[in-house]
């Protein structure tokens, strides 16, 4: 199962397009009420948003994998902003939503351009909770994007490389992450691995 949770105040139309659109991918999709955590801050004002991560890690989560959706803007120390962070194979994402509209650009709005952004950064985020590391590939979505012009670029699923590299994670990862998360991981890898796969097929 994977767990969407709103951290603080977010729009609850767009955490309900995020289940709509990931249930493809990842089966059964919940929305946790939103929950206040203690926030670290940087001289910008942006919020830490590995610090963030650490606690979400914390949190007593009922699902396998957690998108947390922060309606501020983040950052890790060492760079301007981020869209989103996720350790690698972690239990964890945290996505925002700031950056990812044209208002925050003086442009004028665009709400299915973003969120057409939201769903692809919530999907490159949990590309990484799946051992995704960046590829290389311009039209695959674990391409890393500085700007919402790298976002628009990319495609919204994996290349073949990428698709080829967590099944093949999931195998390696057989003894360890079930061992460790319990038996729901392996169903929630399987899951995934079906929908990629038949996906994969249409395309
Ligand atoms: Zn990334
Ligand atoms: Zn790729």
Redesign the pocket.
Known sequence: MLEILPVGEVQHFWLEYLRYELEEYFGDVIISPPIEVPLSFNERGQVLADHLLDHLNRYPACAEKVLAVIDRDITVSGVDYIFGLAALGGRCAVISPVRLREVYYNRECDYELFLERLLKEAM??LG?TLGLT?CNNESCN?K?SSTVYEIDRKSLLFCDDCLNTVFGYAKVQDTRVYAANGEGSKNLMRTILDRLKKIQKKK
């Open positions: 490159h985020e990484h960046h674990m890393f």
